[in-house]
Structures are given as C-alpha cells and as structure tokens.
C-alpha cells in the first residue's frame, strides 16, 4: 500500500520538474534581432562576454598559445574589425577580439560566446585575405546567432528533463537523453548554416567577395587525415549541400 502511494507521488513530482523545465524553456523565448529566429536563452549578453573573455586564455593554450609574429595578428584584427565595423555586428553588443593561434598542424577555427575569434596558423596560412574575412565572418556569425547561448540553454532544458524522468521512473531518463543528445546535434547542423549565411552577409557589407567563401569550403573540403578542421566539419552538413546554401545566400544578399 505504501509503495504504490509513493509510486504515484514520484510520478507526479517527476511530472512537476518536467514541466517546470517546459515552463522555464518558454519563458525563456526570444527573437534574435538580427536572425529574426526565435531561440531558447538563459543568459544575457553581459554573462556571454564575461564566459567568452573567461576561456579565452585556455582555449589559446590549448593552441600553443597566440602566434608570435605582431604584424600577423594585427593583421588578422584589421579583417576582424572591418568585418564588425561595415556589418550588422557593429550593433550587436558583443565585443569581439580576434586572435591568430601558433597552432601550424590543426586547421581550425572557433568562436567562444560574447565575440572571443580564434584561427589557427595551420588554417590561417592557406586563405587569401578575403577568405580569412569569410572565415572569421562565420565565425562572429556564430556569436551573433548566439549558440553556444543556445547549447547552454538547451542542455540545462534536457538536464532538467532528465531529472524529472529519472525521478518519475529511473529507466526513462536514459531515453531523453538519448533524445537530447539528437536534438543537440541536430542543431549544431543549422548552427553551422546559419553562421554561413551571416557569414556571407558580412563579407559583403564589407566589400569582399563573398564567393571566397565557397573557396573557403574547397580547402576546407581538400584537408583531410589528421588536420581536419574540428569545428567546420565535425557536425556540418555535407560539404556539397553547405556550398548550394552558400551561392543561396550570396544570391539573396547581393540581389538586394
Ligand atoms: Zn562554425
């Protein structure tokens, strides 16, 4: 007797936390300025600068720390601000910092959330000026679309989720986070076409060719083997699906 009437009261807190998170995730809607996309965020961007400014150091270190040579990184700020300057990122209230890493084996780049860009030197070294301005526009499309805001908030939304499944009924909790799991990647997919798609915007608000940036995907496409490129291919969309999106986006920008 007693164990059955505790069953049920499990159930129903189960039931309460589930919903409470339903509710939070909610709540917690809105509209992008500057996507027009409705995303589910727990943070404003105040707290995305300060996690941002927060990792950097450790995220460089990781790298090898910031290349030595001056005169390359200011050269990768000068395309960085022109970027921000000429765009709708200059009305955005993240602060960007851009940054060229030693790293000369691992071809990447990454953004962290409130505007901290970060490019390889094994990357760097392969782009033509308008290139690494396509890259790092897709990069600050990241920041502007706010993702990584997005993954936080999505994965305390399945955190509380599970919490609840798991109290209502153990077994549960694994099957929603498999779920979870999905729909994380699922989104890190729109992520990347969506940061293309900024990225494009930018490069042509600031006067580059934005076809450099299918050329960007070429290279990105033709390295292979150990220096692959973690953040561009890990949850992408497949190379030749990403590139019609782009001639898309280029289209619709410059037919304006
Ligand atoms: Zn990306």
Known sequence: ????????????????????????????????????????????????????????PEMAQQHGGLYPDERLQTFVDAVGNKLVQNSIARETPYQYDFHLLADDRTINAFALPGGQCFITYALFKQLNEAQLAGVMGHEIGHVIGRHSAERIAESQFWQQTMMGATVGAGDLGSVVGAIGQNTLLKNGRGDELESDDLGVLLMIQSGYDPNEMVEVMQILKSAAGPNRVPEFQSTHPDPENRIEKIKESIRKYQGR
């Not at 039931?15 to 996507?35: G, R």
């Open 1 to 56: 007797m007693r164990s059955r009437g505790s069953w049920k009261i499990r159930i129903l807190i189960g039931l309460a936390i589930v919903a409470f998170a339903y509710f939070n995730k909610c709540s917690n809607t809105e509209t992008n300025p500057y996507t027009g996309r409705e995303q589910h965020i727990t943070m404003n961007p105040e707290q995305e600068i300060a996690i941002g400014l927060q990792s950097a």
